[in-house]
């Protein structure tokens, strides 16, 4: 599995650096990603149950496959503290071909 077809960027924002770094390891540790990415927190603008809310965040960028999806946003789900977490799958268009092998490799359950 190399196709970028394969592979997707999954994007989510956690309230803290604390959290987003728990967060990434326990993608790793159970293999549902091969790289996050913990990004400089921003703010986030949005509305939430009809209120205007403005909140420092921080992102993550995280690297799976297709088959681990599902697994990956139920752990997302489950670890998240917000009510509602930003949990959005990006279909990779292009890569290099040993990245992407590297991602399929690094998110197979077995050694």
Known sequence: MNSPDDVLLV?????????AGRVAHLLI???LAACVNMLAPCTSVYRWQGALETAS??????????AGYPA????????HPYELP???AIPVQE??????AWVAAETTTQP
């Not at 921080?58 to 297709?66: A, E, N, V």
């Not at 990956?72 to 670890?79: H, I, K, S």
């Open 11 to 19: 994007l989510t924002n956690l309230p803290d650096a604390d959290s």
């Open 29 to 31: 540790e159970q293999r």
């Open 57 to 66: 965040e921080q992102p993550l960028l995280i690297k799976t496959t297709r």
């Open 72 to 79: 990956l946003q139920a752990a997302l789900r489950e670890a």
């Open 86 to 88: 930003e949990i959005l």
């Open 95 to 100: 890569g290099l071909p040993a990245y992407l």
